[in-house]
C-alpha cells in the first residue's frame, strides 16, 4: 500500500531524509525508532505534505498513486492520516464542527453523501465513548484546554472516524503518563485490521510494549539503517542508540 | 473658523420640532458650539485614520418615516424590546418592576437638569457631540433602581429610514446600587436608507451594581455611525460589555471609562469587521482613575477586501491609581493584501504598583493551524473560512446570553459565506 524509495527531503535547505526506503503491507504495524534529530517528525510531516517539508528526490506510492504529487488535504482524503505528537488549540472553532467537517470532506471524496447533523452527532458521541473522552469535549474548541492525555485520544476520535487506510502516529508517547499511554495504545490496537496500517514513530521503546510491532525500524542520519523484528526494539532499549551507530559504521 | 460641515437643514428641523423648552435652549447651545467648530481632518490625531469626507458631503435633514421594518429580534430572551424609530421612542409595552424609562419629552424641570448634568459630567472633547446636543430629536433615561435584579433584559432596538436621514440620540443608562440589568442596544437601518446616526449611550454603574451591556452597530448598505459611549463605575461596580460593528461606509464609536470608586471591574470585549470599501474605528480610552480597579479588554477585526479599521486603545492609571490591573489586547486579522488596519496602544501610566499589559497584533491564518485543517481532509478554502470565523467566535463563545451569541453567529456567517454556502456549512 505504501512504497517509499530513496526518499530525500529538506526542511530549511537543510537536508533531513537521505535516501529513505520503506514498503508497508495492508494490515502492517511498523515502528520508526531513532535518536533525536535522525528525522522520524519530518517523515511523517512530508508524507502529510506539510508546507516547509521540500521532497528533493525519491519517490513514494501510496495505493498505486504517486503521493508526493497530492496537497495534504487530498492525502488525507485518499486514507493517510497523521496523528500530531502536539495537535494544535483551535479556539472559536467546535470540536463537533472541525470533526464534521473533516469527516465529510473524506466521504465527499469517496462520493458518499455527508451525514445529517443528528447522524453525525450520534456517530460522534458513540466514538467519544470509545476512546473515553467526555461528551462535553465535543461542544469545546477544538483541543483547547486539553490535557496531553485528552489531546492524543482526540486524535484518535478523529482517527476512528476518518477510518484511514494508514496511520502515522508520531511520537505519540510523548507527553504521557503510563495511564494515559495505556489508553491511547488500547485505542490504537483497537483500530488494528487487515486493510489498516500503521507506522509508530517513536523514541522510547516503552510505547511499543502496548503497541506490538511487527516490524521495527532505526532511523539514523536520515537513512534506515537497520531493521528486525519487535524484539529490536527491546536490544535499543538495552543498549541505546550508539550501539546501531557503531555497529552500521 | 467655522465649521465646514453645513448641518443647518438638521439645525432648523430640529429648531422647528415641538421640543419642551429647556431643550430647546440645550440645543440652542449645542448648535452654536458646533457652528463654531472646525471640521476634524487627517491632521487631527483623533481622526487622522478616519476619512470624513463622505459623510459632510451628504445634505442631511430630519424625516417623518412611517416604516421602519422589524429591526433586531432576538429569540427566546424574554427581553423587553424598545424600539426608537428615527431618533423617537416608540414603546408602549410593560417594563419590569424596579425599572423606568422616560424620554425627554416628559421629563419634569428638575429630571432635565438632572439628565443634562449627568451627560455633561461624562463628556470629553468628541468633535460630533455639540452636533449631538444640537440636533437632538430626543433623550432616554432608563432607571434601574436599587437593589433591583431587573427580570427581563433591556432591548433598545434602534431602527432608521428614509433618504440622507440623521439621527441624534441619547440614551442614560442608570443602575443604582445593588442594581443588575442587562441592556442591549442595537442599530440598524430599512434597506434604501441614507443614513448617518449620531448615537451616544452614557451609562452610570452605581456601588456593587452590575450591568451586562450590549452595543451593536448593524447598520448595513448607506450607513453612517458615529458616536459614543461613556460609562462611569462607582466603588465594586461591574460593567460587562461587548461591541460590534459590522457594514456600513463609515463607523466610529469612541468608548470611554471612568473608575469613580475602588474595586470596579471592567470587562469589554469587541469586534469589527469591515470588507468591501467599510471603515470601522473604535477608540476605547479606560481612566483608572482611583486605585485598585481591574481592567480587560479583548478587540478582534478581521478585514477583507479593501476594508479598513483602526483601533485606538487608551489607558490612562492616574498617579495615586496603586495596584491597578490593566490588559488590553487587540488582534487584527488581514484576508486582503489591501485591507489595512492602524491599530495603536496608547499608554500612559503614573503609579508605580500597577500591572497593565497590552498586545496588538496583525496576521493571517495561522499555518498550524490550517495544516492541521488540510492534513483532516478540509479544503483549504473552507479551513480559512473556518479559521476565520472561530478566531470571532471565541469572543462570542464568551458572552454570557446564548440569545445574543445565536443572533450574531448567523449574521457572521452570512458574512464569510459571500455566496460560498459551499465554505460555510460548517459553522453555526
Redesign the interface.
Known amino acids: 500500500m505504501l512504497s517509499i524509495k530513496n526518499l530525500q527531503a529538506s526542511v530549511e535547505e537543510k537536508q533531513i531524509l537521505k535516501g529513505l526506503d520503506l514498503t508497508i503491507n495492508p494490515g502492517e504495524v511498523h515502528a520508526i525508532m531513532g535518536p533525536n534529530g535522525a528525522g522520524k517528525s519530518t517523515l511523517g510531516n512530508v508524507l502529510?505534505?506539510?508546507?516547509g517539508y521540500e521532497v528533493i528526490g525519491g519517490s513514494v506510492d501510496f495505493h498505486g498513486e504517486d503521493l508526493l504529487e497530492l496537497?495534504?488535504?487530498e492525502r488525507?482524503?485518499k486514507g493517510l492520516?497523521?496523528a500530531?505528537q502536539y495537535?494544535?488549540e483551535?479556539?472559536?472553532?467546535?470540536n463537533m464542527?472541525?470533526l464534521?467537517?473533516?469527516v465529510?470532506?473524506?466521504r465527499e471524496?469517496k462520493g458518499l453523501a455527508p451525514y445529517t447533523s443528528v447522524e453525525f452527532i450520534k456517530l460522534a458521541r458513540e466514538k467519544s465513548k470509545a476512546v473515553n473522552l467526555p461528551a462535553d469535549f465535543l461542544k469545546r474548541?477544538?483541543n483547547e484546554g486539553f490535557s496531553g492525555g485528552e489531546k492524543k485520544r482526540n486524535e484518535l476520535l478523529?482517527m476512528m472516524l476518518?477510518e484511514p487506510s494508514l496511520c502515522i502516529l508520531d511520537e505519540t508517547d510523548s507527553g504521557l503518563d503510563i495511564d494515559a499511554l495505556q489508553v491511547v495504545a488500547d485505542g490504537v490496537n483497537s483500530q488494528r485490521s487487515p486493510d489498516r496500517s500503521f507506522i509508530v514513530v517513536t523514541h522510547y521503546q516503552r510505547l511499543l510494549d502496548y503497541i506490538v510491532p511487527d516490524y521495527v525500524h532505526v532511523l539514523a542520519g536520515g537513512k534506515i539503517v537497520k531493521s528486525g523484528g519487535s524484539e529490536l526494539a527491546k536490544e535499543l532499549e538495552a543498549h541505546g542508540y550508539g550501539w546501531i551507530e557503531k555497529e552500521t559504521v | 473658523m467655522s465649521n465646514s460641515f453645513d448641518t443647518s437643514d438638521v439645525f432648523s428641523a430640529a429648531n422647528a420640532a415641538s421640543q419642551p423648552a429647556w431643550l430647546k435652549s440645550w440645543q440652542a447651545a449645542g448648535q452654536s458650539a458646533f457652528t463654531a467648530a472646525t471640521l476634524p481632518t487627517r491632521k487631527t490625531e483623533a481622526w487622522k485614520y478616519t476619512p470624513l469626507k463622505e459623510v459632510v458631503a451628504v445634505p442631511w435633514q430630519k424625516h417623518a418615516e412611517t416604516d421602519f421594518g422589524e429591526g433586531i429580534q432576538f429569540a427566546d430572551w424574554n427581553e423587553v424590546s424598545i424600539r426608537i424609530e428615527n431618533g423617537k421612542l416608540n414603546f408602549h409595552g410593560e417594563l419590569p418592576a424596579g425599572v423606568t424609562l422616560i424620554s425627554s419629552d416628559d421629563f419634569s424641570e428638575a429630571q432635565a437638569q438632572s439628565f443634562i448634568e449627568k451627560i455633561e459630567a461624562q463628556r470629553g472633547s468628541f468633535f460630533f457631540d455639540s452636533l449631538n446636543q444640537g440636533a437632538l430629536d430626543q433623550g432616554y433615561w432608563l432607571k434601574i433602581d436599587k437593589n433591583v435584579q431587573a427580570a427581563q433584559p433591556l432591548h433598545f432596538n434602534f431602527l432608521q429610514a428614509g433618504s440622507n436621514s440623521m439621527v441624534n440620540t441619547q440614551l442614560l443608562i442608570e443602575v443604582e446600587p445593588g442594581a443588575n440589568a442587562t441592556v442591549a442596544e442595537t442599530f440598524t437601518q430599512v434597506a434604501g436608507c441614507v443614513g448617518f446616526t449620531n448615537a451616544n449611550t452614557t451609562i452610570v454603574v452605581g456601588e456593587n451594581a452590575h450591568l451586562t451591556h450590549y452595543h451593536l452597530l448593524l447598520e448595513q448598505g448607506e450607513s453612517h455611525h458615529i458616536g459614543r459611549v461613556s460609562a462611569a463605575l462607582e466603588r465594586s461596580a461591574r460593567l460587562t460589555t461587548f461591541h460590534m460593528a459590522i457594514g456600513g461606509v463609515l463607523k466610529r464609536k469612541d468608548i470611554a471609562v471612568v473608575y469613580r470608586g475602588e474595586g470596579a471591574e471592567l470587562s469589554m470585549n469587541g469586534v469589527y469587521l469591515p470588507t468591501g470599501n467599510e471603515v470601522i474605528d473604535y477608540h476605547t480610552s479606560i481612566d483608572h482613575a482611583v486605585p485598585n480597579c481591574v481592567s480587560n479588554q479583548i478587540f478582534r477585526g478581521i478585514l477583507g477586501e479593501q476594508g479598513k479599521a483602526v483601533f485606538n486603545g487608551r489607558i490612562h492609571i492616574h498617579p495615586h491609581a496603586q495596584k491597578s490591573l490593566a490588559d488590553m489586547n487587540n488582534r487584527n486579522l488581514l484576508l486582503s493584501p489591501k485591507a489595512e488596519i492602524d491599530t495603536k496602544p496608547e499608554l500612559e501610566i503614573y503609579a508605580d504598583d500597577v500591572r497593565c499589559a497590552h498586545g496588538a497584533t496583525i496576521a493571517q491564518l495561522?499555518?498550524?493551524?490550517l495544516?492541521?485543517?488540510?492534513?483532516?481532509?478540509?479544503?483549504?478554502a473552507?479551513a480559512e473560512v473556518?479559521?476565520s470565523?472561530?478566531?470571532?467566535?471565541?469572543l462570542l463563545?464568551a458572552l454570557s446570553d446564548e440569545p445574543v451569541r445565536l443572533l450574531l453567529q448567523p449574521m457572521l456567517s452570512e458574512l464569510f459565506a459571500k455566496g460560498q454556502a459551499d465554505l460555510t456549512?460548517?459553522?453555526?
Open positions: 502529510a505534505g506539510r508546507d496537497d495534504a488535504e488525507a482524503r492520516f497523521l500530531f495537535p494544535v483551535i479556539p472559536g472553532v467546535s464542527e472541525f464534521k467537517a473533516s465529510d470532506a473524506v471524496s474548541g477544538v478523529q476518518l | 495561522d499555518d498550524n493551524m495544516f492541521y485543517f488540510l492534513s483532516r481532509g478540509i479544503s483549504r473552507e473556518m479559521l470565523f472561530g478566531f470571532i467566535n471565541e463563545d456549512r460548517h459553522i453555526p
